[in-house]
């Protein structure tokens, strides 16, 4: 499995479709606004919030450089503490690996700590197809669970239901695979927090299995960090007798000091808090405390590949907090689904094309999902230079396309190029524009322009020309001296 949506069209397709959807785009920008302004209160609390950021990338970037290092340095402290180490190469031998091991615990269930990397895989279809069945534990996962829907937001997969929404869902489904909510169900989010933690709490009690992803994984101790706000990712990571982790391979840190830098960005960039509710730490194995079969799972899926790139590597210091995501003009109007991907918004403009290549259709679109104003590089919590690589990410799709039959745009900027290579061209193409101003006076712009340029004034109006251009004017009123 590549992680991407099946049969999704270009990003540019989807998201004439998204923005069709009213009560996605409010309940898109009401939640976005909550959020940039809690993380920018709590920002601002902070005397040196740019060392912060420089510090991150300095040591993500250390770790890049030397990752070959530093994974087996965490083998070894993992090995050390008890825990078994699986290298996974790509998606399908992750979800062997993990499938091998729910089988051999006798069981058909798992409950699951919210985790961008076992989407990523598909990890539930796996399971599925296996007779297994994975059971989203964190609110948001489990709104988009029962909702047989996708999530839309790194931080908040159903950031695009509202309440009323959230109820239906639970009154519809909840009973089909546990405990089902109260008969009266108002939209109150008590109530509807009160429901899942009901629902949930049998899962936890009977899982034998848990899955989880790991947020950091510290090189020199074999430690395990998952940060989350609910309490759920607790009861995963204590309660079953069988644990087993899916981490990225960028997810390294060299040492437990580290921490100290990415706890206090991570919170502040992701949910506005000083600090995340929950942290959790474990290393390996604690005999007669907590799972007592530990497995972690190390992922490439595409990581390599992205980290042979010198400028595009940077995009695997991120560390999943979705600022860029609420600061996106584009995100905030089209949603998540259009991105194809669990990862969506400017940060999956260019991880996606990286770990995924540009051989789909959804994946080439994808570095043109922006309109480059740069917010999301500014947010950065560790100092991607987003804008920067959209770019690099362009010129390696229309690198990739050079040759063959040219597009209507291709042929387009050969035209101009051809008309911009000597001004007397350009002084009769202004001529030309000229005639159609006169010929359109009174009107400030036109609303569709003909033939293959209707595409272009789909979704804005072009200017009118106008009546008489400044080359014009200034012959006219200077004579033409320079």
């Known amino acids: 499995m590549s992680g991407t949506f099946l049969g999704m069209p270009s990003f540019q397709a989807a998201a004439k479709e998204a923005l069709g959807n009213a009560q996605q785009r409010r309940n898109l920008e009401h939640a976005t606004r909550t959020i940039r302004g809690k993380r920018a209160q709590v920002v601002a609390e902070l ?21 070959d290092s530093y994974l087996l340095q965490l083998e070894e402290s993992l090995t050390r503490a008890g825990a078994t180490v699986h290298w996974a190469s790509d998606a399908e031998e992750a979800n062997r690996i993990i499938t091998g091991l729910v089988r051999a615990t006798g069981t058909d269930e798992v409950v699951k700590v919210k985790s961008m990397a076992t989407q990523e895989i598909g990890l539930n279809e796996a399971l599925e197809e296996a007779g297994i069945r994975a059971w989203e534990t964190d609110l948001a996962e489990l709104i988009v669970q029962l909702g047989h829907d996708r999530p839309s937001h790194i931080l908040v997969p159903a950031v695009h239901r509202n309440r009323a929404e959230i109820r239906e869902i639970f009154l519809r489904e909840m009973g089909q695979v546990g405990a089902p909510p109260p008969a009266v169900l108002t939209s109150d989010p008590r109530e509807l927090a009160e429901a899942a933690r009901v629902h949930l709490r049998e899962k936890f009690l009977r899982a034998r299995v848990a899955v989880s992803g790991a947020n950091f994984a510290v090189a020199d101790t074999g430690t395990l960090v998952v940060v989350e706000s609910e309490g759920n990712g607790r009861m995963c990571l204590t309660l079953p007798e069988t644990l087993i982790s899916v981490v990225g391979i960028e997810k ?66 991120c560390i999943r907090c979705s600022a860029c995501l609420n600061v996106c003009p584009v995100y905030q109007r089209v949603g998540g689904h259009a991105y194809g991907s669990v990862y969506p918004g400017p940060i999956g403009a260019i991880l996606n094309p990286q770990l995924r290549g540009t051989t789909s259709e959804v994946d080439q679109s994808l570095p043109y999902a922006s309109s480059l104003c740069g917010a999301c590089g500014d947010v950065c919590p560790v100092g991607i230079e987003i804008p920067d690589l959209i770019v690099h990410l362009r010129t390696r799709v229309v690198d990739e396309h050079r040759g063959g039959v ?21 002084e009769k193409a202004q001529k030309g524009a000229e005639l159609g101003g006169r010929v359109l006076g009174g009107k400030d712009t036109i609303g569709r322009l003909p033939g293959p340029l209707a595409a272009w004034s789909d979704a804005r109006d072009a200017p009118t020309p106008p009546a008489e251009t400044f080359r014009t004017w200034w012959k006219r009123e200077k004579g033409g001296r320079r």
């Open 406 to 426: 040219p597009s209507g745009e291709q042929l387009a900027m050969k035209g101009a190029a051809w008309l911009f290579a000597d001004h007397r061209r350009w």
């Open 47 to 67: 005397d040196d919030w740019e060392g912060l950021r420089r510090t991150a990338a300095a040591i993500k970037d250390n770790v890049l450089t030397h990752l």
């Open 252 to 317: 390294v840190v060299p040492r437990l000091e580290d921490l100290e830098v990415f706890l206090q960005l991570l919170p502040r960039s992701s949910t506005g808090e000083r600090m995340n509710p929950y942290t959790s730490t474990w290393t390996g194995v604690t005999p007669g405390d907590g799972p007592q079969d530990v497995h972690v799972v190390l992922l490439d899926n595409g990581r390599t590949d992205a980290l042979a790139d010198s400028v595009g590597r940077q995009a695997l210091r």
